[in-house]
C-alpha cells in the first residue's frame, strides 16, 4: 500500500495530467480514483474540494518553478546581480517553455483574486522581494546611480514579466506578432535583455559618484 505522501502526489500529477488533458481541474477531486492507485473516500480525505486540489497543484508548479529559478542564481556570477537577474529570466523563461500547461496555470490564477496567505500571494511576494533585494544590491555595488528609483524600477520589472507572461498565453491570436517567426521564449528574452541593458545604462553613476 502507497504511503500517503506518495498517494498525494499521485493525486497531484493525475490532477496535472487531468489539466492537461481537458483543461481544467475536476469538480470533484475524487474524479481522479481511476488515474491513481486510492479509492475517492482516500482523495477526499487529502481534498475535500476543487479548491484545496488548486491550492495543491499550485504549490506544486511553484516549487518545479522556484526550483529551476534556484538554479538560475546558482549558474550566474555571484557578485553580478544584475547578470543573475539575467540568469533568473532565462530559467524562468525555459521552464515556461518546458512546462505550458502549468505556467498557464499559474499565470491564470496571477492574473485573478489572489489570495492573502496562499501560495500564489507568497510566490509573488518573493519575485517583488528579490527583483528589490537585486536592483538594490546593484545599486550598492555602483552599477546602478544612487538617485535610481529603486521602487519604481522593481515595479516597471513586474509590468514586464505580466506582459512577457501574456505573450505566451495569447501570441497565437495577437496579430502584434504577425509574420515574426522568433519563438515567444526568444522575443520574451530579447525584450528583457533590451530592458535591463536600458535600465543600467539610464541610471549609470555620475562621474561624482564614481570617484
Known sequence: MEGRGNIYQSVIFAAQKH???TGRLPSDPGELARYVEANEDEISSMFSSTEELHEGLVYHAVTL???ALRQGVIAANTSD???QMHSIAHSYLDWAESNPTL???LVDGLNGPIRPGGTLHRYASSMRDLY???LTEAQRLGILSEDTDIDISTMMLHCLVKGGNMMFLTRSTDPWFDGDTRSTRELAER???KFMDN???ANTPTAKEKA
Open 19 to 21: 489539466l492537461e488533458e
Open 65 to 67: 518553478l522556484n526550483d
Open 81 to 83: 546581480p544584475i547578470e
Open 103 to 105: 505556467f498557464r496555470f
Open 132 to 134: 528589490h533585494r537585486k
Open 191 to 193: 525584450i528583457f535583455a
Open 199 to 201: 535600465l543600467v545604462r
